[in-house]
């Protein structure tokens, strides 16, 4: 079977003012299914957000050479080589995204009902009653209270978790099969955070949608994730089922993560990864994780480090997985 | 003995501006009756929402902000009325670390120098020491000595809070309130902040109020804890018995909603109704009961009086009840 969005060798580099290149992403496959979870997990830097803007076309082609290959939906065709008129058709009805901040992704000018018709008026064509009644009826599937009345609100009228709820009814407006959500419960209470990591299962279930779950948290995509990708540096470092990479991590940056999180013993130092987070215009040769691992030897700085298979769907960029 | 600091019933008010000019003037309650205490070397957390009042009961303690009611006693000295010039020498012994080391960070005078602004201000030691002084101070928060001569912008930001940590180091506090200090840092390196702050504690006898939203944290670090919604202390206690039994619903649903890496540790989600009312007319009575799933007619009666000791008490009419 093929899968619903794949990705090969996807690599980026970033052309800077004066005219010199840094590399943000080097390579690297990935593939997600119809209707599946997969969550892409990193921390500052580690080129999570990018791999979201470069799959729906939204990095600056003069700024950003993007290399490799996305397919999506088995079409013959390479996405990175298409016009950008028709990546524009594509987005927002075959592939929607969603953002960390949604007072900043609203116009804050336009009210709720015109902001949800926009895609409805632009793909699917919709006028008149028929328009309103979709608009109403996505404010309602997102569990927006009183929804008639809520569509003719600005952005600054509505709470933080309101407004999440309404950049997800404008991203699912024209039934996507894929869509991508960048940190989308990272500005929110944890409360709320729960309210709305609830919606994006339940509305994905009802439609069967893929999704790609952009997070720095572990508990978060542990919550949501059926499969997981572990990026440090711009390089995936691990892909695992959710529940296999938290219970055998094979790489030593997912293993140094998840014991450097608070929950052990009360009082006791953390297992923290020494170092800071990598910079990455000064990536160092060989393994990216290198300067911060604790298996490091002479073999890991030579060469950029493959990607190893694990076991069936389970992959360490790591010289040692075997021995951890 | 007494506590180190001792807040008595702290109400901060901000007033607002009403948008028609005739109208009465209203007021925000940011922060309402609450008390807490800290011991020397004690880390006490605050937890609570966004608009819960943690940072502004922050600032009030540190009489950044004037509290509008209470008192707050730092080691036996009531704050309230204190000139600023008799504030100083209490400002020397309470210090404050943000969230945002950037934004705390002079962007243009270089570590060394920022580190040493508090010297000159309490006049500690001469120009001459003050370079070993700040050398002392950056190797104790785990920097190299060249980092004085670097400005912010060069720096991580796990390296920027542990200058933040020098800074409020320099002048030898008592205490440290600590607003969010580790929430900004990536994961890998807020585990190496929260070893320093939990290193500080035991090696200088260094107080703190550690006010942050992630509950792991707090549970890790903290020794006793307090739990705000809308302004006002919902449970306090030890944090073992206030995480390991939750007595009041807020807390029980805010540890619910925290998502758990361990499916073992992962609860029955309480799902919590819409969100925080607003402080401008908070509800009566109980502030939380237009969410709670347990609020009865009694609820809105009066404001609940925190019931327990010293150990464990919460703010809930009905806590015998639904436990």
Same mark, same amino acid.
């Given at each position: 079977?093929?899968?619903?969005l794949d990705?090969?060798?996807?690599?980026?580099?970033?052309?800077? +003012? +004066?005219?010199?290149?840094? !590399?943000a992403l080097?390579?690297?496959d990935?593939?997600?299914?119809? /209707?599946?979870?997969?969550?892409?997990v990193?921390e *500052?830097? =580690?080129g999570?957000s990018?791999?979201?803007?470069a799959? $729906? /076309?939204?990095l600056?082609? !003069?700024?950003? !050479?993007?290399?490799?290959?996305?397919?999506?939906?088995? %079409?013959?065709g390479?996405?990175l080589?298409?016009p950008?008129a028709?990546?524009?058709?594509?987005?927002?009805r075959?592939v929607?995204?969603i953002?960390?901040?949604? $007072?900043?992704s609203?116009?804050p000018?336009m009210?709720?009902?015109r902001?949800?018709?926009?895609p409805l008026? %632009?793909?699917?064509?919709?006028?008149g009653?028929?328009?309103?009644?979709?608009?109403?009826?996505?404010?309602?599937?997102v569990?927006?209270?009183?929804?008639?009345r809520?569509?003719?609100a600005?952005?600054?009228?509505l =709470?933080?978790?309101m407004?999440q709820?309404?950049?997800?009814?404008?991203?699912?407006a024209?039934?996507?099969?894929?869509?991508?959500?960048d940190?989308?419960?990272?500005?929110?209470d944890?409360?709320v955070?729960?309210?709305?990591?609830?919606?994006?299962? =339940?509305?994905q279930?009802?439609?069967?949608m893929? $999704?790609?779950?952009? *997070?720095? *948290?572990?508990a978060?995509?542990?919550?949501?994730?059926? %499969?997981?990708?572990?990026?440090y540096? /711009? =390089?995936?470092?691990?892909?695992a089922?959710?529940?296999v990479l938290?219970?055998?991590?094979?790489?030593p940056?997912? !293993?140094?993560?998840?014991?450097?999180?608070?929950?052990?013993?009360?009082?006791?130092r953390?297992?923290?990864i020494?170092g800071?987070?990598?910079d990455?215009?000064?990536?160092?040769?060989?393994?990216?994780?290198?300067p911060?691992?604790?298996?490091?030897?002479?073999?890991c700085?030579?060469?950029?480090?493959? $990607?190893?298979?694990?076991?069936?769907?389970?992959a360490?960029?790591?010289?040692?997985?075997?021995?951890l | 003995?007494?506590?180190?600091?001792?807040?008595?019933d702290?109400g901060?008010?901000?007033p607002?501006?009403?948008?028609?000019?005739?109208?009465?003037?209203?007021?925000?309650?940011?922060v309402?009756?609450?008390?807490v205490?800290?011991?020397?070397?004690e880390?006490?957390?605050?937890?609570?929402e966004?608009g819960?009042?943690?940072?502004?009961?922050?600032?009030?303690i540190?009489?950044l902000?004037?509290?509008?009611?209470g008192a707050?006693?730092?080691?036996?000295v009531d704050?309230?009325?204190?000139?600023?010039?008799?504030m100083?020498p209490?400002?020397?012994?309470?210090?404050?670390?943000?969230?945002d080391?950037?934004?705390?960070?002079?962007?243009?005078?270089?570590?060394g120098?920022?580190i040493?602004e508090?010297?000159?201000?309490?006049?500690?030691?001469?120009?001459?020491?003050?370079?070993?002084?700040?050398?002392?101070l950056l190797?104790?928060?785990?920097?190299s000595?060249?980092?004085?001569?670097k400005?912010p912008?060069?720096?991580?930001?796990?390296?920027?809070?542990?200058?933040?940590i020098?800074?409020?180091?320099a002048?030898s506090? @008592?205490?440290?309130?600590?607003?969010?200090?580790?929430?900004?840092? @990536? #994961?890998?390196?807020?585990?190496?902040?929260?070893n320093?702050?939990g290193?500080?504690?035991?090696?200088l006898g260094?107080?703190?109020?550690?006010?942050?939203?992630?509950?792991?944290?707090? @549970?890790h670090?903290c020794?006793?804890?307090?739990?705000l919604?809308?302004?006002?202390v919902?449970?306090?206690?030890?944090t073992?018995?206030?995480f390991?039994a939750p007595r009041?619903p807020?807390?029980?649903a805010?540890?619910?909603?925290?998502?758990?890496?361990d499916?073992?540790?992962?609860?029955?989600?309480? #799902?919590?109704?819409g969100?925080?009312?607003?402080?401008?007319?908070?509800?009566?009575?109980?502030v939380?009961?237009?969410r709670?799933?347990?609020?009865i007619?009694?609820c809105s009666e009066? #404001?609940?009086?925190? #019931?327990?000791?010293a150990?464990?008490?919460?703010?809930?009419?009905r806590q015998?009840?639904?436990g």
């Amino acid at each position: 079977m093929t899968p619903l969005l794949d990705i090969r060798g996807l690599t980026l580099d970033f052309v800077d +003012d +004066d005219g010199t290149a840094w !590399r943000a992403l080097h390579g690297f496959d990935l593939a997600i299914e119809a /209707g599946e979870t997969l969550a892409l997990v990193g921390e *500052s830097g =580690s080129g999570k957000s990018v791999t979201g803007l470069a799959i $729906m /076309g939204l990095l600056d082609r !003069r700024r950003a !050479r993007i290399g490799g290959a996305i397919h999506f939906e088995g %079409r013959a065709g390479n996405l990175l080589d298409l016009p950008s008129a028709e990546i524009a058709r594509m987005r927002g009805r075959d592939v929607a995204m969603i953002f960390q901040e949604p $007072m900043t992704s609203l116009n804050p000018v336009m009210t709720v009902a015109r902001q949800i018709a926009e895609p409805l008026r %632009r793909h699917q064509h919709l006028k008149g009653a028929v328009l309103r009644d979709a608009v109403i009826a996505a404010l309602t599937e997102v569990g927006i209270p009183d929804p008639a009345r809520r569509a003719a609100a600005f952005a600054h009228e509505l =709470s933080g978790g309101m407004r999440q709820r309404v950049l997800i009814a404008i991203a699912l407006a024209c039934n996507p099969q894929l869509l991508i959500a960048d940190e989308p419960t990272t500005a929110l209470d944890v409360t709320v955070q729960a309210q709305i990591l609830d919606l994006l299962q =339940s509305l994905q279930a009802r439609r069967g949608m893929a $999704m790609l779950f952009i *997070s720095h *948290s572990l508990a978060v995509v542990a919550a949501i994730a059926d %499969r997981v990708a572990v990026m440090y540096g /711009g =390089s995936i470092v691990e892909t695992a089922p959710a529940a296999v990479l938290f219970a055998s991590p094979r790489h030593p940056y997912t !293993r140094g993560l998840l014991s450097s999180l608070p929950g052990g013993q009360r009082g006791q130092r953390l297992r923290a990864i020494p170092g800071s987070v990598v910079d990455p215009r000064r990536r160092p040769p060989g393994c990216v994780f290198g300067p911060r691992c604790g298996h490091v030897d002479a073999a890991c700085t030579t060469g950029a480090v493959p $990607m190893a298979a694990v076991a069936v769907n389970h992959a360490s960029r790591c010289l040692h997985w075997a021995a951890l | 003995m007494t506590a180190l600091l001792e807040a008595t019933d702290l109400g901060v008010d901000f007033p607002i501006r009403s948008d028609t000019p005739f109208a009465a003037p209203q007021r925000l309650r940011a922060v309402d009756g609450v008390s807490v205490c800290v011991g020397r070397g004690e880390i006490v957390g605050v937890v609570g929402e966004s608009g819960s009042g943690k940072t502004t009961l922050g600032r009030a303690i540190l009489r950044l902000v004037e509290p509008t009611r209470g008192a707050v006693r730092f080691d036996g000295v009531d704050l309230a009325g204190l000139s600023p010039r008799a504030m100083l020498p209490i400002r020397r012994r309470m210090q404050a670390v943000f969230q945002d080391p950037a934004g705390s960070l002079n962007p243009v005078m270089t570590v060394g120098a920022a580190i040493a602004e508090p010297f000159a201000i309490h006049g500690i030691g001469n120009r001459r020491d003050r370079p070993g002084r700040v050398a002392a101070l950056l190797e104790r928060v785990g920097l190299s000595a060249d980092t004085a001569a670097k400005l912010p912008y060069a720096l991580s930001g796990g390296q920027r809070q542990r200058v933040g940590i020098a800074r409020a180091l320099a002048v030898s506090p @008592d205490l440290i309130v600590a607003d969010e200090a580790v929430s900004a840092l @990536d #994961v890998s390196v807020q585990a190496q902040i929260v070893n320093l702050l939990g290193d500080l504690r035991a090696e200088l006898g260094l107080a703190m109020l550690f006010i942050a939203h992630d509950l792991a944290v707090v @549970d890790h670090l903290c020794d006793r804890v307090i739990v705000l919604y809308l302004g006002r202390v919902m449970e306090a206690g030890r944090t073992d018995a206030v995480f390991s039994a939750p007595r009041h619903p807020y807390t029980r649903a805010l540890l619910a909603a925290a998502p758990q890496i361990d499916p073992a540790l992962r609860r029955v989600p309480v #799902v919590l109704a819409g969100e925080l009312p607003s402080p401008v007319s908070p509800p009566s009575g109980c502030v939380f009961r237009t969410r709670c799933p347990h609020a009865i007619a009694d609820c809105s009666e009066a #404001v609940p009086p925190l #019931v327990g000791d010293a150990n464990h008490a919460a703010a809930c009419i009905r806590q015998a009840e639904i436990g």
